[in-house]
C-alpha cells in the first residue's frame, strides 16, 4: 500500500521512478503492466459489454445515461468534479488511476467518497504520461490524466481507439478534440460568513457538461462541512 498524505491507496508505490532514466522508465512501466494484468477489468466487462460507470448521485443530470459512457473521453476543466466521478465507481468495486496530478487532493478525494483501496496514483509520470494511462486503461474503469500531459492527434486516436476495445472512460484535466462533454464548474458561492466574520461554511456550486450538440445540461448541489475550501474548490470556471 502508498501512504499518500497518510492515506492508504491501492497502489504499492507511486510510480515517481517513472520520470527517472530511460532504463528505470522501462522497468517501471514493466512492473506496472505486470502489477495491474491480475486486476478486475476481466470482471466488468470490455467494450460495448462494459457498463456505464456510476457517477456520485449530484453529478448524475450531467449525463444522458446517468454515468460516464465506457469508452470515452471527457474534458473536465475542475479537479473538484473529476475527483468527485471517481467515488461512485470505487464504491462500485471499480480500481481507478490518477495520473500526472502531484498536486492531487487526498482530503478532496476523501470527502468525495474515494475508495482509497481501489486507487492507484501515478504523479510524476514525467513524459511518460500518455503511456501509462494507455496501460492502465487496460484495467482501470476510470483514468484521469493531468493537464501537464501533452497529446498528439496520433496518440489521441490511438488511445481512443483503445478505451472502446476496453470500455474504460478517461477524464482529461483539459482539451481533448473530440471529448464526449467538457465538464466545469459554472458558478460557486459560498456560506457561512456573517458581516465580514465567521467561518465559511458550505459552498453551492453548479456544474456544466456541454457536448457536440453545444446545449448544456447543469447540476447544482451544495458541499459542506469544509474544514479547508479553498483546497477543495479549484480553478475551473466555464
Not at 118 to 140: E, F, K, N, T
Not at 167 to 172: A, F, I, N, P
Not at 229 to 237: R, T
Amino acid at each position: 500500500m502508498f501512504d499518500y498524505g497518510g492515506m492508504k491507496t491501492g497502489a504499492a508505490r507511486a510510480w515517481d521512478a517513472v520520470d527517472a532514466s530511460a532504463s528505470s522508465r522501462a522497468d517501471v512501466l514493466a512492473e506496472l503492466s505486470g502489477r495491474i494484468r491480475s486486476m478486475q477489468r476481466s470482471t466488468l466487462g470490455a467494450g460495448s459489454e462494459a457498463p456505464v460507470v456510476p457517477v456520485a448521485s449530484e453529478l448524475g443530470g450531467l449525463f444522458p445515461r446517468g454515468g460516464l459512457k465506457p469508452g470515452g473521453v471527457y474534458e473536465v476543466l475542475s479537479p473538484l468534479l473529476a475527483t468527485m466521478l471517481l467515488s461512485a465507481a470505487t464504491r462500485r468495486g471499480d480500481w481507478v488511476a490518477v495520473v500526472g496530478m502531484p498536486d492531487f487532493s487526498a482530503a478532496a478525494a476523501m470527502a468525495a467518497g474515494v475508495d482509497f483501496e481501489r486507487l492507484i496514483v501515478v504523479p510524476h509520470p514525467g513524459d511518460q504520461g500518455m503511456r501509462v494511462s494507455a496501460a492502465l486503461a487496460d484495467v482501470m474503469s476510470v483514468v484521469v490524466l493531468g493537464d501537464a500531459a501533452t497529446v498528439s492527434a496520433g496518440e489521441a486516436q490511438r488511445l481512443e481507439a483503445r478505451l472502446r476495445r476496453t470500455g474504460s472512460v478517461m477524464l482529461r484535466l483539459g482539451e481533448w478534440p473530440g471529448a464526449e462533454d467538457r465538464l466545469a464548474i459554472s458558478e460557486r458561492r459560498w456560506s457561512g460568513l456573517r458581516a465580514g466574520h465567521g467561518h465559511l461554511a458550505a459552498c453551492r456550486i453548479t456544474a456544466t457538461a456541454r457536448g457536440r450538440s453545444g446545449i448544456p445540461r447543469r447540476v447544482s448541489f451544495t458541499l459542506s462541512e469544509m474544514s479547508d475550501p479553498p483546497g477543495l474548490i479549484e480553478h475551473s470556471d466555464e
